[in-house]
């Protein structure tokens, strides 16, 4: 697989964690909060990994959003923006903590801050890769 390919195929599969997390979060009542979350920060986690694979880098194996935001900075800068920095933290909670018994209660409002929050960071991340034409969804 080309590197170019590599890249698309992260923002892919990010793309369908996002589709999924506002499937869920539309159709199914009771809304499965823990996992949309989920969905977000996986979307999060991939767009960050497609860019640092379109640098060259070879992501790590890490769900922390906020050490792979401060790797993206090494490449470019934009990545000190606040809002970019906010949802990289906010959304790192639901990596580990949203798939077991003991998770933090999580109410519908956060679930659509983290929906948000995710399709920022994906369309940051897509922005800065041009020549993929990434459709945002």
Request: charged share 25%; proline share 6%.
């Amino acid at each position: 697989m080309s590197g170019t390919d590599l890249v698309k195929e992260w923002f892919d599969i990010a793309s369908i964690d996002l589709q999924v997390a506002a499937h869920l979060f539309d159709t199914m009542h009771p809304k499965p909060l823990e996992i949309i979350c989920y969905h977000c920060q996986q979307a999060a986690e991939k767009a960050l990994k497609g860019f640092l694979t379109d640098r060259g880098i070879e992501p790590p194996y890490i769900h922390d959003l906020e050490q792979l935001r401060l790797m993206c900075k090494e490449y470019d800068s934009s990545f000190s923006d606040a809002a970019i920095q906010k949802a990289s933290l906010q959304l790192s909670e639901y990596a580990v903590s949203t798939r077991y018994p003991d998770r933090p209660e999580i109410e519908e409002h956060d679930v659509a801050a983290a929906l948000e929050e995710a399709d920022r960071i994906y369309a940051f991340c897509a922005n800065l890769i041009p020549a993929l034409k990434i459709v945002i969804p």
